[in-house]
């Protein structure tokens, strides 16, 4: 049986992306909560932050684009920058992701229906098991509000299989990155 390593995967947590999303302090709680439980069980920390061309809203630099107050990438963390919803397309994480043989990621961020949905279910098709953390996602109200958003991806994405990998949804109580990395 081959070993199971975990990484935690932090998506879009930044001024901009986080600015008037759906329970915003109470995700920042369990999103710190998890930050915490990592760095004390020594779990890989990728942050991936968003960011666009020159003039855009969230360009690289500008004050919309820094990490959000409280969230704060230590040295030896893994910050990847992206220009996509997908946080795999012509970054570095898959190659990062491989080279310290981990296998299983937990994934928590904004907005659900843009970067965590397509990040989640990009994990799955490059061999990743994905747990996605319930209460450690969040959106804004859009087409339709943010609180029916997240219930129908939690429930969307918890259906996504492939023949050897799988997204679980579970809340952030019911981690431990131990029983993860069976």
């Known amino acids: 049986m081959n070993q199971k390593k975990a990484a935690l995967l932090l998506i879009d947590l930044q001024v901009g992306p986080i600015y008037g999303v759906y329970k915003r302090e109470e995700t920042l709680t369990v999103i710190q909560s998890l930050i915490r439980k990592a760095e004390e069980e020594q779990i890989p920390i990728f942050y991936i ?10 360009e690289r630099g500008t004050p919309f684009w820094q990490f959000a107050e409280g969230i704060e990438p230590r040295d030896g963390d893994y910050v990847i920058h992206k220009q996509s919803t997908d946080s795999f397309f012509e970054t570095p994480l898959h190659q990062e992701l491989t080279s310290l043989g981990i296998t299983d990621l937990v ?9 965590v949905d397509t990040t989640c279910r990009r994990a799955v098709t490059l061999g990743y098991d994905v747990i996605l953390i319930a209460d450690a996602h969040t959106t804004a109200d859009g087409a339709i509000p943010a609180e029916l958003i997240l219930q129908h991806h939690n429930h969307n994405l918890s259906t996504v299989k492939t023949i050897a990998n799988d997204i679980k949804v579970m809340a952030k109580a019911e981690l431990s990155f131990h029983t993860v990395q069976r």
């Not at 932050?49 to 969230?58: K, M, R």
């Not at 994934?107 to 659900?112: A, F, H, K, L, S």
Request: glycine fraction near 22%; charged fraction near 20%.
């Open 49 to 58: 932050q968003h960011e666009e061309q020159s003039g855009g809203f969230l």
């Open 107 to 115: 994934v928590g961020g904004v907005r659900t229906e843009y970067c």
